[in-house]
T-cell receptor, first 112, second 109 residues
Framework: DTEVTQTPKHLVMGMTNKKSLKCEQHMGHRAMYWYKQKAKKPPELMFVYSYEKLSINESVPSRFSPECPNSSLLNLHLHALQPEDSALYLC???????????FGPGTRLTVT | GIQVEQSPPDLILQEGANSTLRCNFSDSVNNLQWFHQNPWGQLINLFYIPSGTKQNGRLSATTVATERYSLLYISSSQTTDSGVYFCAYSGGSNYKLTFGKGTLLTVNP
């Protein structure tokens, strides 16, 4: 099974809302990632978790709060977002010792 | 950081045609992947190819690490091949994938 799942597929939220994006993988991978992709741009890394610990934060604003509750799950908590945060949010996973990453279908987020 | 240049930026083909997409790097990279992003946004793994040549059906890829480039070949293109093709690298102990700007491929029936 080489699948990474993400929920929800689409999310519309106001600037005062709190919401969460979820990602799940059952490939036994111990590294998980969040990427952000704006229209007509390549994905950009936000966070990396390795063995359930945050190992890379690419200077992401604190209104984005990642969480890795176990080796299969990755969450991204959203609070007080801005309209410019509207984007496709992609989750990925990989083996720690091998860099090949597998991506989920993404959550398309619109902030109004 | 290492610069990634993809060419061409846009490509329009008739169904059945062949094409070659290129990815150049400003320095040696340890790990290279090719992805296809379909119109719905899903990033699909095509190849993990740090070096050498791999083939999967109508697609094949070659990476010449010493010359800092990788090529993706698409033969007998189909309309479902349309989308954006990205190459991406990661290196050292850093798991970060850095993407090129992509090639937008349109295959017309």
């Amino acid at each position: 099974d080489t699948e990474v799942t993400q929920t929800p597929k689409h999310l519309v939220m106001g600037m005062t809302n709190k919401k969460s994006l979820k990602c799940e993988q059952h490939m036994g991978h111990r590294a998980m990632y969040w990427y952000k992709q704006k229209a007509k741009k390549p994905p950009e890394l936000m966070f990396v978790y390795s063995y359930e610990k945050l190992s890379i934060n690419e200077s992401v604003p604190s209104r984005f709060s990642p969480e890795c509750p176990n080796s299969s799950l990755l969450n991204l908590h959203l609070h007080a977002l801005q309209p410019e945060d509207s984007a496709l949010y992609l989750c990925a996973s990989s083996q720690v010792e091998r860099y090949e990453q597998y991506f989920g279908p993404g959550t398309r987020l619109t902030v109004t | 950081g290492i610069q990634v240049e993809q060419s061409p930026p846009d490509l329009i083909l008739q169904e059945g045609a062949n094409s070659t997409l290129r990815c150049n790097f400003s320095d040696s990279v340890n790990n290279l992947q090719w992805f296809h992003q379909n119109p719905w946004g899903q990033l699909i793994n095509l190849f993990y190819i740090p070096s050498g040549t791999k083939q999967n059906g109508r697609l094949s890829a070659t990476t010449v690490a010493t010359e800092r480039y990788s090529l993706l070949y698409i033969s007998s293109s189909q309309t479902t091949d349309s989308g954006v093709y990205f190459c991406a690298y990661s290196g050292g102990s850093n798991y970060k994938l850095t993407f090129g700007k992509g090639t937008l491929l349109t295959v017309n029936p």
